[in-house]
């Protein structure tokens, strides 16, 4: 939670960015966040609002079920001056009030988030385990998605047979292409 006495220890530090919009490294007295400044241009679209804020509610079932995210903060009363934040799922027994994860100061929309010390993996760091692990999760987020398991059988034994077959003796980085090609064609 970030409380209203929480100051500003250093100017915000530019990340490297997204695709289409820039993200900052705020460190306040007592923590550490992450601002994503929302691309100016997408926010003057009309459907941009409305877009956003439906992106909002798969992320609210997913922080509600436990799934490992990094949700956007929740500010309440949608003015930063004199407020807490709080993260979504804190805020869930607390219904009725105007809360919102999408700020806008001055026409800057922005995002804020708790600070998640990681760092991305280089190819030849993934492991097996780490593709177990992502599968894993995102088998957990499509049951909650659907709510339902798939209808449809896949026969992954076939694509696995396939995969070894013409990846033999190919640099490991590029199997991940061959295999999506496979499941593709």
């Known amino acids: 939670m970030i409380l209203p006495s929480e100051s500003v220890e250093c100017p915000p530090v530019r990340l490297k960015d997204g695709f289409l919009h820039k993200m900052y490294s705020l460190f306040t007295a007592i923590y550490r966040y992450a601002v994503k400044l929302l691309n100016p241009y997408i926010m003057q679209r009309d459907t941009a609002m409305e877009k956003y804020r439906t992106a909002e509610n798969p992320e609210a079932v997913l922080e509600a079920n ?7 903060l929740v500010l309440r009363n949608t003015s930063l001056k004199g407020k807490c934040l709080q993260t979504a799922a804190s805020m ?11 700020q806008n100061l001055e026409e800057q929309f922005f995002y804020l988030y708790e600070w998640y010390n990681g760092k991305a993996l280089k190819n030849e760091e993934i492991t097996v385990a780490h593709c177990q692990r992502i599968g894993a999760l995102l088998a957990q987020i499509h049951r909650k998605e659907s709510g339902s398991p798939s209808e449809f059988h896949i026969d992954w034994d076939y694509y696995i047979e396939q995969l070894s077959a013409k990846t033999k003796n190919m640099d490991r980085k590029n199997v991940l292409w061959v295999g999506v090609s496979l499941l593709i064609s």
Do not use: N, V, W
Not at 92 to 102: E, I, L, N
């Open 92 to 102: 869930s027994a607390q219904s009725g009030q105007d809360d919102t994860k999408m």
């Open 66 to 72: 436990g799934i490992p995210i990094i949700p956007a």
